[in-house]
């Protein structure tokens, strides 16, 4: 596998945005678990809700480090699972036990949901430098006060609606 331009990272990485991106992007289909073949290429590596993806996600974070030129940056952006909550844990709430259900199923699939806690210790073994974490919150009922965070947790909804049957089948599934 051959990856020629910047944008067919983001293509495999970045996937459902595709569709937005501008009209000078060039894509490319490809197994991101699969050598890169690239070297100090790409000024940034962007990949966002990927946490299921991989099987060990450090194979990806060696890819990037290889395809990043020196000085450069990879952003990841991805969900803490189990889910956190901002107060008190719901333990009583359908999507506490949905979250835990799933967690336990990525983890009997061997593909466990739970990796990002350890992202910033893989990059810095790998190599990475000057590694930031940063957490935010996703407001998930229109409780959430101030039009930034419900215009959040109307996307963050939407995506759910859509997004649960999808995410859920395959790991519960393996919980048999
Ligand atoms: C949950 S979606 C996230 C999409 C997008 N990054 C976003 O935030 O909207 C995961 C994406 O990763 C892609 N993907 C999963 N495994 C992959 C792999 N081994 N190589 C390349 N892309 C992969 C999927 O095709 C999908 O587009």
Redo the contacts with the bound molecule.
């Keep these: 596998m051959k990856y020629s331009r910047p944008a067919s990272v983001m293509r495999?990485?970045?996937?459902?945005?595709a569709r937005f991106a501008y009209t000078e992007c060039h894509f490319q289909v490809?197994?991101?678990?699969e050598e890169w073949n690239v070297s100090d290429e790409f000024d940034l590596i962007h990949?966002?809700?990927?946490m299921s993806?991989?099987n060990d996600p450090r194979v990806i974070l060696r890819h990037t480090f290889k395809a990043v030129k020196p000085g450069c940056y990879l952003e990841i952006q991805d969900n803490f699972f189990p889910l956190q909550f901002a107060g008190p844990t719901p333990t009583k709430s359908a999507l506490y036990k949905w979250s835990e259900i799933v967690a336990s199923g990525g983890a009997k699939s061997e593909r466990p949901w739970t990796n990002l806690q350890h992202y910033k210790r893989w990059m810095e073994e790998i190599g990475f430098q000057d590694v930031v974490k940063m957490g935010f919150y996703t407001p998930t009922g229109p409780w959430a006060k101030g039009e930034y965070y419900k215009l959040i947790e109307r996307y963050f909804n939407a995506n759910l609606r859509f997004g649960f049957p999808a995410a859920s089948w395959k790991v519960m599934g393996a919980l048999g």
Excluded: H, T
């Design positions: 495999s990485l970045v996937g459902g945005l490809a197994d991101a678990e990949g966002r809700a990927l993806c991989f």
